[in-house]
Structure formats: C-alpha cells, structure tokens
C-alpha cells in the first residue's frame, strides 16, 4: 500500500523559502496524480497544491498561487513543494496524499513554522 516520507519542513521567518520534499513508495507512482495538504490545530486539512501523474499539470489553492511550485520526479518517485515569501499564515503540517482505491493515503506530515 502507499507509504509517504515528508522532509523539509523547520522555522523560517517571515519572507523566507523552504522546500519541501516527499518520497513515495509502495505503489505505481507515475500513474498517479500526487497532492499536498497542510493542517493547522483546530482546522480542518485543505489543499495547497495538486499534480497530475506526468508532471504536466498542476494546480494551486488560491493563498499558494504565484508562491508556490509543486514538482515531481517519476524516476526517483518524489514529489516537491517549493514554498517562497512564507507567511506566519502558511505556519502548519504539511502532507502529502493520494486518493487510491477508494481511499486516501497520507504521510505523517512535516512541520513548517514561520516566525514573523
């Protein structure tokens, strides 16, 4: 079954840059679409940015479009979040996630904090 690892994530202040990487296994990665999530306490996870299981498409919540850039490398079965100008509103865990057969598959996720 999929299995996700998150890195990247740490304290970063206000304006800084951070990528984050998730490495993926147990699964025919290239042939499906990959997504990030993020959770803050008290909310509910929402997405932060989609792409498709070529590479050739993606997608972005309305606060990550122009700011960030989500990536992927099939041969070596990963999936990046690039993240710049970070806000203290960005400050969360963020997940990577697929929808497979039937269900979703997520990681344990990897801190990010932003100090303003």
């Known amino acids: 079954q999929p299995q996700f690892v998150e890195s990247g994530g740490g304290l970063v202040q206000s304006g800084g840059s951070l990528r984050l990487s998730c490495a993926a296994s147990?699964?025919?990665?290239?042939?499906?679409?990959v997504n990030w999530y993020r959770q803050t306490p008290g909310k509910e996870r929402e997405p932060v940015a989609l792409i498709s299981a070529s590479g050739d498409n993606t997608s972005y919540s309305y606060f990550a479009e122009g700011r960030v850039t989500i990536s992927r490398d099939n041969a070596r079965n990963t999936v990046d979040l690039q993240m710049n100008s970070l806000k203290s509103d960005d400050t969360a865990v963020y997940y990577c996630?697929?929808?497979?057969?039937?269900?979703?598959?997520w990681g344990r996720g990897t801190q990010v904090t932003v100090s303003s």
């Open positions: 147990g699964f025919a990665f290239s042939r499906y679409p």
């Open positions: 996630n697929i929808y497979y057969y039937g269900r979703d598959y």
